[in-house]
């Protein structure tokens, strides 16, 4: 029994297919960061070799650091991401908390309704959404793009977290309520801290896709200032000639904040993933 | 001051009728326990009670004021829960003075009245804590003491001890019925353990399937059950039930409890085998298992000895038995 468990075959195993699953999702990263800090000509020579005092260039964060406004870009992206994880996350959570905790007419319907968004891809109306955009005055702005994104999360967001708020006590809730607490009280200071592993997830899987995303940006908000760091980076792929340097270093460039970001909710996610497992 | 009634109380989800019309005072002062299986609907009551669950028909009124459609925190009453239901963000002291807070009482007077309820269950040491950092008969004790600061008119328990060990239990018991003698607080406590019951309660309420099945005094309901779901619910172990007819009766099912049925190795009214024996010191308990009527039970103050398969025989005491119809109804001489 004890051996069965502690097995060094088993670990062996175990730790070498997690090994092999980390080398090949870190791959494509490894390549583009390397590549980024060589000459032109070395990338095609040798695509997969270190830079050598020979090869290292820094002309590719050259580029990008003097063409085009990348600070802007990297501020669009921010300021669209952190602004729609904001929103996906409070209207995610407040749409959960109503769905687990109230009981009212269709509220499974409206659980399921809520739920669909999740197997429907939002791009499908794209043409609706970019009518609308341009009705409403909204095209070449972030605000169409944080409206489209906290769309495009709130289902997965609503989803995890009315499974994570009926997990929460009801004896604590109806505490509070005795007490006095107002069912804002409630959500606001008994039922958001302890679903704060939950809310970590929710937000890495929502931040992502918004960080990565080209379409919605360049169907909607195509302008020079209101370009994202992906947007941005196109300028360098051209149909004839591709800035492969400049390609490269924007894309190393977009990796870190999107990497600090995950680091913050990292733990919380952790902690999320093992809640129930580990006691 | 604190006088509950409730009048033709019922509660439906969906369709499904929980709570089929209570009738039920409690006086001031009264110790009232809620019993039952799980899934009688002593819980949804109490939480009727509190406000937490709205009624579907019928009057909750306490002092004569009809409190059918006041929030909870209106109600002047305190709760405490099974899961202790401590905020987990707050100190002791914070989690004690919450709800007087919360009410708007000035800040001296909270702090005063959180002493005084600390000083009564004795939680000075602990008054800095967090939640986390206590045992459970602790964190339990600040419950109680949550609840004593609102000096409400009605305290409610829901099942307190079930997430206490058995030793825990039995202390915590005893200091609940010692604040009950101390703050003469009328109060209402659900719990499924019949010892409990009996041993706190100056009234319980037997409840089945949504219905009171009888109100009285515990040594009322442990002599004088109404049927025999209350006199099989109450006592511990339970009442043996007899099938008249093969002892010569009119009557349907016979109870009679396991000290009332004597036991020996040669004669008697019935023949059984011994099935297990259970010596806890101060009883002993035979296990006997008879054609006519299954297992049966007896209990013997001391030490005894029967061999395990070994054949006994088996004398109701007539003089203390209770007499049931076919419908479980008591048959009252």
């Known amino acids: 029994m004890n051996s069965a468990r502690h097995s060094v075959f088993r670990s062996v195993a175990a730790h070498g297919i997690l090994i092999l699953y980390t080398v090949i999702a870190l791959f494509p990263v490894f390549v583009i960061v390397i590549n980024s800090f060589k000459s032109r000509r070395a990338i095609f020579n040798e695509p997969l070799a270190l830079p050598t005092p020979e090869t290292f260039d820094l002309i590719g964060y050259q580029t990008v650091l003097k063409q085009g406004d990348f600070f802007q870009y990297f501020l669009n992206s921010m300021t669209v991401t952190v602004g729609s994880l904001f929103f996906v996350l409070m209207f995610g959570a407040m749409a959960a908390f109503a769905l687990s905790e109230y009981r009212f007419r269709g509220n499974l319907l409206m659980g399921l309704y809520l739920a669909l968004g999740i197997m429907i891809p939002i791009r499908l109306g794209t043409v609706a959404i970019l009518q609308i955009m341009v009705a409403s005055g909204l095209v070449n702005t972030l605000t169409a793009l944080v409206l489209v994104y906290t769309a495009q999360g709130l289902p997965l967001a609503i989803f995890i977290l009315s499974e994570f708020m009926r997990s929460v006590s009801d004896d604590l809730k109806n505490a509070g309520r005795i007490d006095g607490l107002s069912e804002y009280k409630i959500f606001f200071r008994l039922v958001l801290p302890l679903v704060r592993p939950a809310l970590a997830t929710v937000a890495v899987f929502t931040m992502i896709p918004i960080w990565n995303d080209l379409w919605f940006p360049l169907i909607l908000a195509p302008s020079e200032e209101t370009k994202t760091i992906t947007l941005g980076s196109q300028v360098f792929i051209g149909q004839f000639v591709t800035n492969w340097n400049a390609v490269l270093a924007a894309l190393g460039l977009a990796i870190v904040p999107v990497l600090v970001l995950y680091l913050i909710f990292s733990r919380q996610l952790i902690r999320g993933i093992t809640a129930g497992a580990v006691k | ?333």
């Open chain 2, 1 to 333: 001051m604190g006088t509950l009634s409730l009048s033709n109380v019922t509660k439906t989800f969906g369709k499904v009728e929980v709570i089929k019309g209570v009738d039920l005072t409690v006086d001031d002062g009264e110790f009232c326990v809620f019993v039952g299986p799980s899934g009688c609907g002593k819980s949804t009551l109490l939480r009727m009670i509190a406000g937490l669950e709205d009624v579907t028909s019928g009057d909750v009124r306490l002092d004569g004021d009809r409190i059918n459609d006041l929030a909870p925190a209106k109600r002047e009453i305190a709760m405490v829960f099974q899961t202790y239901a401590l905020y987990p963000h707050l100190s002791v002291r914070d989690n004690m003075g919450l709800g007087l807070k919360q009410l708007g009482t000035p800040k001296a007077q909270i702090t005063a009245a959180v002493e005084k309820a600390a000083t009564m269950l004795a939680l000075e040491p602990l008054m800095d804590r967090r939640p986390s950092e206590m045992s459970g008969g602790q964190r339990q004790r600040v419950a109680i003491g949550r609840a004593i600061v609102r000096t409400p008119k009605l305290f409610l328990f829901d099942e307190p001890l079930s997430n206490l060990d058995a030793a825990l239990r039995v202390a915590t018991r005893i200091e609940i019925a010692r604040l009950h003698r101390e703050l003469d607080a009328t109060m209402i406590y659900v719990t499924h353990d019949q010892v409990e019951a009996m041993t706190l309660a100056d009234k319980i309420v037997v409840l089945r399937a949504g219905l009171v099945e009888q109100v009285g005094r515990p040594m009322d309901l442990y002599n004088d059950p109404d049927n025999t779901f209350v006199a099989g619910f109450i006592g511990s172990p339970q009442m043996n039930f007899l099938k008249s007819a093969s002892l010569g009766l009119s009557s349907d099912t016979l109870g009679i409890r396991p000290e009332h049925v004597a036991i020996s190795a040669s004669q008697g009214d019935i023949e059984g085998r011994v099935s297990h024996l259970e010596k806890l010191g101060g009883e002993t308990l035979t296990y006997v298992r008879t054609e006519a009527h299954g297992l049966l039970t007896v209990r013997q103050f001391g030490e005894h000895d029967h061999q395990v398969d070994g054949t006994v025989w088996l004398t109701p005491d007539q003089a203390r038995a209770f007499h049931f119809d076919a419908d479980g109804q008591r048959l009252r001489r």
